[in-house]
């Protein structure tokens, strides 16, 4: 469609005939979520925390994983990233983020692939986002691993659901095999397994505390430098732990991809 053709009428009949969103964006003056339970979501929460993203991102690369409808594509691409590939595994979103893209006139590389696939990708990225996924992935170290691994280049932007408190208590090294208090401690490092549903979603497998996240990005080899809200990191790759190698990486991806 020539971006001539996008009366209000056209962009409204098109957002709907895409189902429901879960990003409210701004397509020309209609809202693609205006009734969204979490109020004006995501800019809501992109505004508690884009003081940490670079504001400058000329000549810089961008992956935006579980990209939804593409607010964080687009917000890159705001800020003068060169490239931006979004990618997620659901079809339907990448319908509604290739339309809004399209609307807005912005150009974001969009493609089907699983966080688990972005070795395929074959490249590394001067910012990778990764918001919004780890809870509902079966293995969720195993995909921390991945892009520090294969795609992150320099920095990450994360965020997860958390429950189970705030609370973090510094970790020793090693623990005696007879030592039990420590699991009781509500700053000790929790994954919470949610078997069947969380809020109604089958695909909320794990819920972390606090301690737990930053815990899993250490453990991956990210460096937290910001935590600028309640659920959201600024890491920049470190150095990755002793006994993390790259064929206990590869080996674990080819068993979840079957």
């Known amino acids: ?23 409210n964006l701004d397509l020309r003056g209609v809202r693609t ?15 508690r925390f884009a003081h940490v993203v670079p504001e400058d991102l000329s000549g810089r690369s961008v992956l935006d994983i579980g990209c939804n409808a593409g607010f964080y ?23 509604q983020a290739r339309f809004a893209a399209e609307v807005l ?32 992935l079966r293995h969720p170290l195993l995909a921390l691993d991945l892009l520090r691994e294969h795609v992150a280049g320099d920095l990450l932007l994360f965020q997860s659901m958390q429950r189970g408190g705030e609370e973090v208590e510094p970790l020793d090294s090693d623990y005696p095999f007879r030592e039990t208090a420590v699991f009781e401690e509500r700053g000790f490092p929790r994954l919470h397994f949610m078997e069947k549903k969380y809020a109604g979603d089958p695909t909320n497998w794990w ?15 990210f460096e937290i430098v910001a935590h600028p809200e309640a659920e959201v990191y600024l890491c920049r790759c470190g150095e990755r732990p002793p006994g ?9 991806r080819e068993e979840v991809r079957g």
């Open 1 to 23: 469609m020539a971006r001539s053709e996008f009366t209000t009428e056209a962009i409204r009949s098109r957002v709907q005939a895409l189902g429901d969103w879960f990003h």
């Open 33 to 47: 979520a205006p009734d969204h339970f979490l109020g004006d979501y995501p800019t809501i929460k992109w505004n």
């Open 73 to 95: 594509s687009l917000e890159m691409k705001r800020r003068g990233a060169a490239r931006v590939v979004g990618i997620d595994s659901d079809e339907g979103y990448l319908a």
């Open 105 to 136: 006139g912005v150009e974001v590389e969009w493609r089907r692939l699983s966080v688990y696939e972005v070795a395929s990708l074959g490249e590394r990225f001067d910012l990778v986002i990764f918001m919004g996924v780890l809870y509902h």
């Open 207 to 221: 819920i972390p505390n606090r301690s737990c996240v930053e815990a899993m990005l250490r453990s991956a080899g």
């Open 244 to 252: 993390i190698e790259l064929l206990e990486i590869v080996t674990a």
